[in-house]
């Protein structure tokens, strides 16, 4: 089985959301809005086509999808540039094959060649805690919104922070208006 990780061009924009829809259909913690969420967040301003990845057959069949976007970490004063990965999905046929992993993978690489720091996700404790992912609530890093601890991970790029980020995740509006 060859599955390819990549860039998505705009020919794989309206397979991506069909494939994405599908992936959540049967999910119970699914409000059932992940691909309502890509659409928006790709219409927004501060949109990087590079933080967003798929997954595909040898026959070009979309089989799973992850993307981040920048997100704030306010405490007081200060103000911290991070990523909000979300979501990440696999079709239901290629689940627990690793390809969840490639795409966190293939952001994590993108993102650090970016300079970029933090990594913030909520959901799924377990697959997270297996690729590193710490509770954020450990780390003084909070969400906006009422989640088990244990749901909501950080994961620090580089080895050492001057000043870790720490304080409240601030998402971008296109996160709340789909």
């Not at 026959?59 to 992850?66: K, L």
């Not at 409240?168 to 509006?173: A, D, K, R």
Request: proline residues 6%; hydrophobic residues 40%.
């Amino acid at each position: 089985m060859s599955i390819f990780i990549s860039t998505l061009t705009e020919m794989d924009y309206e397979p991506s959301l069909q494939m994405i829809g599908d992936a959540f259909k049967d999910a119970p913690e699914s409000d059932q809005n992940e691909a309502q969420l890509v659409k928006g967040l790709r219409m927004a301003p501060d949109y990087r086509y590079e933080l967003e990845v798929i997954a595909k057959t040898a026959d070009d069949e979309i089989i799973g999808h992850a993307m981040c976007s920048e997100v704030m970490i306010k405490s007081g004063e200060h103000a911290y540039v991070a990523l909000a990965l979300a979501p990440l999905s696999v079709t239901q046929a290629y689940q627990h094959k690793g390809i969840g992993t490639a795409l966190v993978q293939a952001l994590e690489e993108r993102a650090y060649a970016q300079e970029y720091t933090t990594i913030v996700v909520t959901g799924y404790p377990d697959f997270y805690e297996q690729m590193d992912y710490e509770v954020a609530a450990d780390h003084g890093i909070t969400v906006p919104f009422d989640v088990p601890n244990e749901a909501v991970r950080v994961k620090f790029l580089w080895d050492s922070l001057e000043d870790p980020p720490h304080g409240e995740v601030h998402y971008p509006e296109h996160f709340f208006t789909i």
